[in-house]
């Protein structure tokens, strides 16, 4: 699963608890950066900090939150779960979208 911050976002959704986002929601002519969390996180951790400082100064750019496997609410996915798999997951996830990342 994943979040979506862009700057053009109506701004009472910050009141609003964080819903994951779907592959039609992402602009496939917006420059997009995909931000992941640590071991311990979530995507919609980072929210607060990609509404306030990256969407407000990079108006042009989307920003795909993402939560890894078994973390938020996204699944717990077979094994291995490796920094290859990682990576292999996230790109998967651009090829839905439709959207690889800048």
């Known amino acids: 699963s994943f979040y979506l911050v862009t700057a053009d976002q109506d701004p009472s959704m910050a009141k609003k608890p964080p819903?994951?986002?779907?592959?039609?929601?992402?602009n496939s002519r917006k420059k997009t950066?995909?931000?992941?969390?640590g071991i311990f996180?979530?995507?919609k951790n980072w929210i607060p900090f990609v509404r306030t400082h990256l969407a407000a100064s990079l108006p042009d750019w989307q920003f795909?939150?993402?939560?890894?496997?078994g973390h938020g609410d996204s699944i717990a996915a077979e094994g291995p779960n490796t920094l290859a798999q990682c990576a292999s997951d996230i790109n998967r996830l651009a090829d839905t979208v439709g959207r690889p990342p800048d």
Do not use: I
């Open 64 to 69: 795909v939150l993402v939560d890894m496997r």
């Open 41 to 43: 996180g979530g995507g």
């Open 19 to 26: 819903t994951p986002a779907t592959p039609a929601e992402v």
């Open 33 to 37: 950066c995909y931000v992941l969390h």
